[in-house]
């Protein structure tokens, strides 16, 4: 069993940045992908980014040059790095662990408005 705990969620204002962090518990599988997702209301849960346990990461197109991400393995931890932030960027973000099983935190609220 894995758990994963959110952090870093805000309001802040366009243009501005926040950095979002998820750390992971438990039995961690060896091989997983770990990811961010957000959900907007009314709106799908759609990618924002993702990366593996041996570094390849993946971007939504919409976030691409102003989102990072990166992960810890000591540690279990999961960032993403959001700069340039937009009010199309607001939505719930969510952490997903993906290995044998599939994992998601409770979500982190990120408003971007002025």
């Known amino acids: 069993q894995v758990q994963l705990v959110e952090s870093g969620g805000g309001l802040v204002q366009p243009g501005g940045s926040l950095r979002l962090s998820c750390a992971a518990s438990?039995?961690?599988?060896?091989?997983?992908?770990m990811g961010w997702y957000r959900q907007a209301p009314g709106k799908q849960r759609e990618l924002v980014a993702s990366v593996t346990s041996r570094g390849s990461t993946r971007y939504a197109d919409s976030v691409k040059g102003r989102f990072t991400i990166s992960r810890d393995s000591a540690k279990n931890t999961v960032y993403l790095q959001m700069n340039s932030l937009k009010p199309e960027d607001t939505a719930v973000y969510f952490c997903?662990?993906?290995?044998?099983?599939?994992?998601w935190g409770q979500g982190t609220q990120v408003t971007v408005s002025s």
């Open positions: 997903r662990l993906t290995g044998t099983r599939d994992y």
């Open positions: 438990g039995s961690m599988p060896s091989t997983n992908v």
